[in-house]
């Protein structure tokens, strides 16, 4: 019914910057909040960064300051620019919707395939 498809990712060096980017597409009536979680192996899956309908953004404490988190509403598409990074921000990103299919009257939540973001020392 609805597909998100993740673009970019990649190895960065520490300080350095990585965008990535999710676009849903399919039998959409509207999206609630998209966003962002991440995991690395053995560990449970961890919020990065929401954001809503009207662009209001949120981020786990570790990223703010350094990730932002915008939306493209006409596009249906999230753009996670990613600065400063880590090497503990390397984990697989996943992208999700929450998103009212067409005849639907519940949102449901989709997900990405993921992407992986390494970052060297």
């Known amino acids: 019914q609805v597909q998100l498809v993740e673009d970019g990712g990649g190895l960065v060096q520490a300080g350095g910057s990585l965008r990535v980017s999710c676009a849903a597409s399919?039998?959409?009536?509207?999206?609630?909040?998209m966003g962002w979680y991440r995991q690395v192996p053995g560990k449970r899956r961890e919020l990065v960064a929401t954001?809503?309908?009207?662009?209001?953004?949120n981020y786990v404490g570790s990223v703010k300051g350094r990730f932002a988190l915008s939306r493209d509403n006409a596009k249906n598409t999230v753009y996670l620019q990613m600065n400063s990074l880590k090497p503990e921000d390397t984990a697989v990103y996943y992208c999700?919707?929450?998103?009212?299919?067409?005849?639907?009257?519940?949102?449901?939540?989709?997900w990405g395939q993921g992407t992986q973001v390494t970052v060297s020392s």
């Open positions: 999700y919707a929450d998103v009212y299919v067409h005849g639907s009257s519940r949102a449901v939540w989709f």
């Open positions: 399919g039998s959409i009536f509207s999206i609630n909040a």
């Open positions: 954001i809503n309908s009207g662009g209001t953004t």
